[in-house]
Structures are given as C-alpha cells and as structure tokens.
C-alpha cells in the first residue's frame, strides 16, 4: 500500500481549496507561502502578529486534512 499520495491528487486538493476560499486574508497567506516568502515577510505584509498568523495557518491547515490532504503523522 502506497502511504504517500500522488503529486498530481496534492496538486488538485490544493487547487479546488484554494478556489473556494473567501477570506481574503486565507488566500493572500496562501498566495504569499506560495511565492517563497518566509513567515517573517508574511506577517510584515500582512502587518499581523505570530499568534494572528498561526491561527491563519491552522485554519488552513485543518481545511486541507479535511479536503483529504495527507499529512506525515496520518
């Protein structure tokens, strides 16, 4: 049994989320991770705090494991 998934099924996860986000600051964050910028440049951008952004990225992070994204403790 094959434990890692497919590129192309991540790829695809990963794109129908991000199509159905509406808040605005999720996608920016997404956008922003996606272009290379570290946490540091993420939080100066978006002029928000350490703790503003980590619930920014467990709201994320929890909307991607339940679209089916596996993560390495699964």
Do not use: H, P, W
Request: charged share 35%; with cysteine.
């Amino acid at each position: 049994m094959e434990r890692r998934q497919n590129g192309g099924q991540r790829r695809k996860i990963v794109q129908d989320y991000l199509a159905g986000i509406t808040d605005d600051r999720e996608r920016l964050v997404c956008y922003l991770y996606v272009n290379n910028f570290d946490d540091y440049e993420v939080r100066r951008f978006l002029r928000i705090s350490r703790k503003q952004l980590e619930d920014i990225r467990g709201v994320i992070r929890k909307a991607l494991i339940a679209a089916g994204i596996k993560t390495a403790e699964a």
